[in-house]
C-alpha cells in the first residue's frame, strides 16, 4: 500500500477540522466584542437565576442517563447483527442473544431497585 491511497481520508480529515474551526476563528476576529452586565448576567428562562449553579442532582437522573445510553448502545449493536445474521450463522445468533440476555438482566436488575421511578 503507498502513500497515495491514504490522501483522499487525509484530505476529509482537514476539510473537516478546517470546516469547524475556520468559522469559529472568523467569528471571534471580526465579531462584535461590547460587554455589559445585561450580555453578562446568568439566564435562566425568561427570568432570573436562582439558587446555585452548581446544585446536586438527584442519583436517579444519572441512572436514566445510563439507563438511555445503554439501551442506545444496544439500539447500535443489534441492526448491524440484525442485517449480517445470515453471515454469522447459528454462533453468530447465540453471540448476539447472549448480549440481548445480558441487557435485559441488567434492565430488570435497575427496574427492581426501582432506577426507572421517578418521584
Known amino acids: 500500500m503507498s502513500l497515495d491511497q491514504y490522501l483522499p481520508v487525509l484530505l476529509f480529515i482537514v476539510i473537516g477540522v478546517l470546516t469547524g474551526v475556520v468559522p469559529q476563528i472568523i467569528g471571534y476576529v471580526l465579531g462584535p466584542n461590547r460587554p455589559d452586565a445585561a450580555k453578562n448576567s446568568p439566564y435562566e428562562c425568561g427570568f432570573e437565576a436562582f439558587g446555585d449553579a452548581r446544585m446536586r442532582f438527584d442519583v436517579r437522573y444519572y441512572l436514566i442517563a445510563i439507563l438511555f445510553i445503554l439501551f442506545d448502545l444496544e439500539t447500535a449493536l443489534l441492526f448491524p447483527w440484525a442485517v449480517a445474521l445470515k453471515e454469522l450463522g447459528f454462533f453468530g445468533f447465540l453471540l448476539g442473544l447472549e448480549i440481548v440476555i445480558v441487557l435485559t438482566i441488567g434492565f430488570v436488575y ?10
Open 110 to 119: 435497575m427496574w427492581l431497585k426501582g432506577a426507572l421511578d421517578w418521584e
